[in-house]
C-alpha cells in the first residue's frame, strides 16, 4: 500500500507548490549574490544554472502527482546543474525529488532507486578515485551519497512506516467490523431466543384460556361455565407465574440464578405433567391425549440421559404441538410417543386429527412451527411438520429428530 498524495491528478499539491517556489527564490538569490559551487565546465554558459534551477522547479510541482515523470525531469536538471555552476539550491531540491518518488512512487520503483542510488554512488567513487587521485574524492562521494543514497532510504523507511500504519488501521477496522457483526448476530440469536422462550411459555396458557373462553360464552351449563372457568384461572395463574419468572431472568440474570426458588429448565419426566395438563385444557373439546415414553430408562440397556439442550427443545416441541392440537385438531386422539433410535438419536412424534375447520378453537400466528424448526436447527437435528394419510383418516404429524448425545449449543 502506497501513501498516496490528497491533490487531484494532475494538480499540483499546495505544499509542493511552496517547496518548488521557495527553492526556485532561494535559487535566484544564490545565482544574484553568485554564490556557485565553481565555474562552468565545458565552456557552457553560466545562465544555464538558471535553466536548471527552472526545470528543477517544476519537476518539484509533480514531486507527488508524477513522482517519476518529477525523476525522469530531474535528472538531467542535475546534470545540467553540476557542469554550469552548481547551485545548492538545485542539488536540495533533487535530493526531495528522489525521497519523493521513492514515497509515492509505484511499489517496483520504492524497490529499485534506493538500490540504484547505492551503485551510483559506489561508481562514482570508483570512477573518480581513478581519475583523480585526490583525497577530495572522499567528500565528492559522500556529497553524492547524500544527494541520492539519503534521500532514497529515507523514502524507503517512511514508507514502510506509513503502509505499516495503513495496514494495522485496516486490520483495526476490519476487527471492529467482525465485532460488530459478531455483536449483531448475537443480538439478533438471543431476540429470537427470548421470542422462541415467550412463546412456548405463554401460548399453551393463552390458548387453553382463549378455549374455555369461548366454551364458558358459548354453553348455557352452569356446570360446564364453572369448570372453564377453573381451567381460565389456573392457566392464567400459571401463565404469569412463568412471565414473572423470565422477567426476572430478563432483568437480573445472576440475582435469578442465586435465588432461594431457582427455575428449573423442563426435562422430559415432565412430559406426563405436560400431557395431563393438555388432557385438563382439552376437556370437552372431544380430544384424548396419550403419551407413549419408549425410551429405555432403566435395566442394563438403559440409554444415557440426553443434554439439557435436547430435553429442553424435545419437551418445548411437545409442549407446541400440544398447543397445536387444542387449537386445530377435530376431536379425536393425540399421541405422543417419544423414543430412542437405533442410531442414537431421539425421536419425537406428536399425532393428531386433521380436518379443515372452518376456523380454529385459538387464533396462531403461525410462530409455533417457526421456533420448533429453528430450536431442531441450532440442534443440527430433523424436523418435519404437515398432514399424513392413516388408518383413521388423515393426521397432523409432528415429526423432530435429535441427537441423544454429545455437547449442543443452548437453543
Known sequence: MTARSPAAPG??????VIIAGGGLLVGLLLWTLDLHGGPPLL???????????????VAELMRRTAPMAALALALPALALDLVTGALVATVLMFTDVVYAAVLYGPPAAARRIPVHSVLVTVLATVVLTALWRNPQVVLISIGIALATTAPAWTGVIIRNHRDAAQTARLRAEQTALLAEMDRTQAVAGERARMA?????????????????ATAAQTIDDPAATRDALGVIRENSVQGLAEMRRLIGLLRDPKAAG?????????TLDGLEA??????????????????DDARRLTGPDAEPKPPAPVELAAYRIVQESLTNALKHAAPGQVRV??????EGTLVIIVRSPYADRPRPRAPGSGAGLVGM??????????????????PDGRNWLVRATLPATGEEEQP
Do not use: K, Y
Open 196 to 212: 422462541r422462550e415467550l412463546h412456548d411459555l405463554v401460548a399453551n396458557h393463552l390458548s387453553a384460556i382463549a378455549i374455555h
Open 43 to 57: 565552456g557552457l554558459p553560466a545562465s544555464l544554472t538558471l535553466l536548471a534551477l527552472t526545470t528543477m522547479s
Open 337 to 342: 410417543r417419544i423414543a430412542h433410535a437405533p
Open 258 to 266: 442465586h435465588s432461594d426458588e431457582p427455575a428449573a429448565t423442563p
Open 274 to 291: 405436560l400431557v395431563h395438563q393438555a388432557r385438563t385444557n382439552g376437556a370437552g373439546s372431544g380430544l384424548t391425549f396419550f403419551l
Open 11 to 16: 494538480r499540483p499539491h499546495r505544499l509542493d
Open 373 to 390: 424448526r429453528e430450536r431442531i436447527a441450532l440442534l443440527g437435528g430433523d424436523f418435519d411438520a404437515g398432514p399424513e394419510g392413516g
